[in-house]
């Protein structure tokens, strides 16, 4: 339904997207994990043809077999709604604070659907309900202050919902919500693409978070994707180097306790710090930080190696190891 054949996104200070694949089909549930700065959102904005106008790209990104690369903000336009749709980390960043809720998702109901007013009120109380908010009725009219952290996010949820998108993203959706509200919403946004058939693209560092959304998990390093398998098989048997040091100081992340504050530690770090774009290898991402390098590595991209029947990583050494 949406794929990203080859999609690269560089500026002048280097290359934040490199040559990445990625096909999301109706029902996929796919998560993205990797350390800051490794590319995660500009993979998302990619997939909803939002990369910096500043930047240059390249390959493809093909949404129901048409190839829309060089489709313009107009011919984006109507097709965004109903195709993708995005949350972000901070509600806040999605509403109006001077607007009521229900004016703010009312508004594409009205635009891109052509709905009357009072039918767009219907259908606006009918995502409020659908997506868990109280009293409706009395929060369509409330300014987005009056709510909650997490019934801001449900409000922003049910605005990337109004449109009926097939592809729903979600980057680091509950990051800014105490765990208790952060688990109900990952379980909200699992039921919603179940019930609707829509695809979940979900990006985090909580890898327990990763691990209850989604069936599919896409590991990024320094704008490379690195691993990629079912996340269950990810998250137990890593067979990447990176993902083997993201994961390393925790066995079993999944089970990983809470700390005193209720949430669950970032993502490990691995000795040094992802390099700036300027600075990133032009072989592979992870050289000079691989504990298991090879010569080959620093010079030469790997390409992509099916290591298993359901898992594909690229490292040289992973290649090697598989053609033995
Ligand atoms: N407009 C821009 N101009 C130049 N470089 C950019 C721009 N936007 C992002 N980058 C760079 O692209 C790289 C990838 O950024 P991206 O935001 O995708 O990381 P991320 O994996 O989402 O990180 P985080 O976990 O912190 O959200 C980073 O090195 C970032 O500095
Ligand atoms: S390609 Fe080489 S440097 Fe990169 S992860 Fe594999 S072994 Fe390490
Ligand atoms: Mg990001």
Redesign the pocket.
């Known amino acids: 339904m949406i794929e990203l054949q080859d999609f690269s ?1 560089s ?1 002048k ?2 290359t ?2 490199r040559q990445a694949s990625l096909a999301i089909r109706p029902g996929d549930r796919t998560g993205i994990v ?10 998302a ?1 990619s997939l909803m043809g939002m990369a ?1 106008a ?2 240059d790209l390249s390959g493809k990104l093909v949404l129901d077999g048409r190839d829309m690369t060089g489709a313009d903000d107009r011919g984006w336009e109507a097709l965004r709604a109903r195709k993708v749709a995005m949350i972000f980390q901070e509600p806040m960043t999605a509403l109006n604070p001077l607007r009521r809720v229900g004016d703010t998702v009312m508004d594409p109901l009205r635009l891109h659907l052509g709905l009357s007013k009072a039918e767009a009120r219907a259908r606006a109380l009918a995502l409020f309900e659908e997506v868990g908010i109280p009293s409706p009725v009395e929060r369509l009219r409330q300014f987005p202050h009056e709510l909650s952290g997490g019934q801001r996010q449900r409000v922003v949820i049910a605005l990337a919902l109004a449109c009926d998108p097939e592809l729903l993203i979600a ?2 959706p509950t990051t800014a919500l105490d765990a208790n509200v952060a688990l109900r919403i990952i379980d909200l946004l699992v039921r919603l693409a179940e019930e609707r058939q829509m695809a979940l693209l979900f ?1 985090s ?1 909580d890898l327990a978070a990763v691990a209850r959304a989604t069936r599919d998990i896409v590991v ?1 390093y320094g ?1 490379d994707i690195v691993e990629r398998g079912p996340t269950a098989e990810v998250l137990t048997t890593p067979r990447h180097p990176y993902t083997q040091g993201l994961l390393g100081a925790r066995p079993n992340p999944v089970a990983e306790p809470r700390g005193a504050d209720g949430k669950r530690p970032r993502l490990p770090t691995i000795p040094g710090s ?1 390099p ?2 300027q600075d990133l290898p032009s072989g592979c991402r992870f050289s000079g930080r691989c504990p298991v390098e090879l010569p080959v590595c620093a010079g030469t991209r790997p390409g992509s190696t099916l290591i298993s029947a359901t898992r594909l990583a690229n490292c040289h050494a992973l290649k090697q190891e598989v053609s033995a």
Not at 34 to 43: I, N, Q, V
């Open positions: 996104v500026f200070s280097g934040a997207l990797g350390e800051s700065g490794s590319g995660k959102t500009m993979l904005m910096p500043a930047a980057d680091e990006i560092h990024m704008g992802v700036t774009l």
